[in-house]
T-cell receptor, first 117, second 112 residues
Framework: NAGVMQNPRHLVRRRGQEARLRCSPMKGHSHVYWYRQLPEEGLKFMVYLQKENIIDESGMPKERFSAEFPKEGPSILRIQQVVRGDSAAYFC???????????????FGPGTRLTVL | GDSVTQMEGPVTLSEEAFLTINCTYTATGYPSLFWYVQYPGEGLQLLLKATKADDKGSNKGFEATYRKETTSFHLEKGSVQVSDSAVYFCALSDSNNNDMRFGAGTRLTVKP
């Protein structure tokens, strides 16, 4: 059973460009979470999605950031007009069920390290 | 709101030393508790978990016991190895939230 897959692993963008990060959850998982990790810091929640629905985007910046999890294909985190402060590691996690159930353990992908020049 | 506080690092130990990384939590409900490990340049790997009070999670020689009375989930290992060098994150999940709450991480370096 393949784990959570993310690509690309490393992404370099110039200021003002768009960054598109992809996440394929574990097989059988329908809950996807995106987190951001700044250097030497813990993970900060950004958004929680189920297929075709954004459930909680309370951690997403109000501008330039968007996320989707279409019926077919991976979840996408999109950052428009990137700035240097967007440089970070972005991790995707998936779970079989929503938190609070017995199968709520989140499994993480290897992350995408975004560098904005 | 729910939160996790873990021991600040960095922690440096000699091989075969005893390890403790403290973790305490604040939660309104009955959370599940987790320890994740992050090796350099990689994502987080689940190390162990406990879903209710007095449960003990264990894996690869690491242990942590869910203590409701002290709201703690301290990570321990009796004899660390160089290969245990990594950053360790304590985390909780709670049905009141949609996200997992993480501590700031503790960097462990084990020297031969």
């Amino acid at each position: 059973n393949a784990g959570v897959m993310q690509n690309p692993r490393h992404l370099v963008r110039r200021r003002g460009q768009e960054a598109r990060l992809r996440c394929s959850p574990m097989k059988g998982h329908s809950h996807v979470y995106w987190y951001r990790q700044l250097p030497e810091e813990g993970l900060k929640f950004m958004v929680y999605l189920q297929k075709e629905n954004i459930i909680d985007e309370s951690g997403m910046p109000k501008e330039r950031f968007s996320a989707e999890f279409p019926k077919e294909g991976p979840s996408i985190l999109r950052i428009q007009q990137v700035v240097r402060g967007d440089s970070a590691a972005y991790f995707c996690a998936s779970s079989q069920a929503r938190q609070g159930g017995g199968t709520d353990t989140q499994y993480f992908g290897p992350g995408t390290r975004l560098t904005v020049l | 709101g729910d939160s996790v506080t873990q021991m600040e690092g960095p922690v440096t130990l000699s091989e075969e030393a005893f390890l403790t990384i403290n973790c305490t939590y604040t939660a309104t409900g009955y959370p599940s508790l987790f320890w994740y490990v992050q090796y350099p340049g990689e994502g987080l790997q689940l190390l162990l978990k406990a879903t209710k009070a007095d449960d003990k999670g264990s894996n690869k020689g690491f242990e942590a016991t869910y203590r409701k009375e002290t709201t703690s989930f301290h990570l321990e290992k009796g004899s660390v190895q160089v290969s245990d060098s990594a950053v360790y994150f304590c985390a909780l999940s709670d049905s009141n939230n949609n996200d997992m709450r993480f501590g700031a991480g503790t960097r462990l370096t084990v020297k031969p």
